[in-house]
């Protein structure tokens, strides 16, 4: 029951309202009896400074941090963890109450190392593919680039965006890094590439993009490994062409149930075991069938 001595968690971002985080950390609080409870809270950019400061002083116990705040928080936290630093980017935030101090993580960049490592999906010395150049794109090619794979190939519409990515990574990796503005410029190197993560939101359930497929159609995907971070709908198109070439697959629901479960760990210090995990995916892949 919610008491005075309840712990509260909380997500922020805008919009927050279709988000299953507040589902997978209910669920992973109710599994281990915890007397907590997660929230959701929609928050306006020019807001976001005082939300964090309210928190911290209400004594919340922590926050996840969504899109587009991922940025704005890791310069807002007193503190970040080694991912956080590398990636410019916080999703997760610990409050501690008696030193009235905030510590922000990202789960992101384990989030994505997970998934690959429970399909024992090595990566070393592999070529990949990162399909768009914004935030998520950056946790995976820092994950990629901790992992020692041999060429990330960076496509992104907008050019710029791939400079700040090549920027960003110039002391730890930038030199694996090759962009692309036309995806084609891949047909003739497409058959030693090992991996494709999709990391836009083309194939998301969204009328505009639904229907979008990020690679070409003329790509044959067998022997690679697909990674679909898209997670609405659970099969994507790409996770749907993927399969019928003959690849390997991972949707976005492992890599969001994953960095979820890491966060619980930052806040509880549990790490939810691996049925937990397979229980609420399941649950969740039962839904979203019925929705899609
Ligand atoms: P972001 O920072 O806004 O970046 C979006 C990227 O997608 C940019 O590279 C953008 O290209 C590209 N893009 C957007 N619309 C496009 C279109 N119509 N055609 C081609 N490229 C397009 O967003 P983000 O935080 O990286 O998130 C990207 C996606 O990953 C979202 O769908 C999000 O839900 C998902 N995600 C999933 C997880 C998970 O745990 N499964 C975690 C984080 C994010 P430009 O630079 O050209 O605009």
């Known amino acids: 029951m919610i008491g005075p001595e309840t712990k509260i968690l909380a997500l922020i971002g805008n919009p927050v309202r279709h988000s299953l985080s507040p589902r997978i950390q209910n669920y992973f609080i109710k599994k281990y009896s915890l007397d907590a409870v997660y929230v959701a809270f929609e928050v306006k950019d020019i807001d976001l400074r005082e939300t964090l400061t309210g928190a911290k002083k209400l004594g919340f116990m922590g926050l996840n941090v969504t899109m587009p705040y991922k940025y704005e928080v ?97 002391d730890s990796g930038s030199n694996m890094i090759e962009g692309l503005t036309d995806i084609h410029k891949l047909d003739s190197d497409i058959d030693d590439v090992s991996l494709i993560v999709n990391c836009t939101p083309m194939g998301m359930y969204m009328e505009s993009y639904r229907n979008v497929m990020p690679v070409p159609e003329s790509w044959n995907l067998k022997g690679k490994l697909v990674f679909d971070i898209v997670y609405n709908p659970s099969e994507t198109i790409l996770i749907k062409k993927a399969a019928r070439d003959g690849a390997d697959v991972i949707g976005g629901i492992d890599m969001l149930i994953n960095q979820a479960a890491l966060s619980f760990e930052a806040w509880f210090g549990i790490m939810p075991e691996a049925d937990c995990i397979k229980d609420i995916k399941g649950d969740i892949l039962i839904d979203m069938t019925k929705i899609n």
Not at 74 to 102: C, G, H, P, Q
Not at 106 to 112: E, L, P
Request: proline content about 0%; some cysteine; hydrophobic content about 35%.
């Open 74 to 170: 890791f310069n807002l936290v007193d503190r970040s963890d080694k991912f956080a630093k590398s990636t410019k980017s916080v999703n997760t935030v610990k409050f501690d109450s008696e030193m009235e101090t905030s510590i922000g993580f990202n789960t992101d960049v384990g989030g994505f190392l997970e998934s690959l490592d429970k399909k024992n999906y090595n990566i070393e010395g592999r070529n990949c593919l990162v399909i768009g150049a914004g935030g998520a794109a950056r946790s995976v090619i820092y994950g990629m680039i901790l992992r020692k794979v041999k060429k990330i190939w960076v496509y992104n519409r907008t050019e710029e965006r791939i400079e700040e990515v090549k920027k960003f990574f110039k």
